[in-house]
Nanobody, 118 residues
């Protein structure tokens, strides 16, 4: 079955960096668009970033543009989210997702907690 396993979350001070990873299995990874989403306490899940199957096209939420970078390694079936200049408002559970395109995601990971202290 399809599995998406996130890792790399943790506690970091404002201004710091973290790199999230999402290891995928059970699917033809190189044919899927991949996305990162996040959900803060009491808030709805929101889009963070997405990358197309080849890695040549990316898309970001305005709130993270210039600070976060999404990338993928199809040989390792892994997608990454490099997060720099972190802010307390970036605190959330971060989820990766896989789908046929940026508008539709079939599979979701279990999430990894990111906490940014002020």
């Amino acid at each position: 079955q399809v599995q998406l396993v996130e890792s790399g979350g943790g506690l970091v001070q404002a201004g710091g960096s973290l790199r999230l990873s999402c290891a995928a299995s059970g699917l033809t990874f190189s044919t899927y668009a991949m996305g990162w989403f996040r959900q803060a306490p009491g808030k709805e899940r929101e889009f963070v970033a997405a990358i197309n199957w080849s890695g040549l096209t990316t898309n970001y939420a305005d709130s993270v543009k210039g600070r976060f970078t999404i990338s993928r390694d199809n040989a390792k079936t892994t997608v990454y989210l490099q997060m720099n200049s972190l802010k307390p408002e970036d605190t959330a559970v971060y989820y990766c997702a896989a789908g046929p395109n940026w508008s539709s995601y079939n599979y979701w990971g279990q999430g990894t907690q990111v906490t940014v202290s002020s």
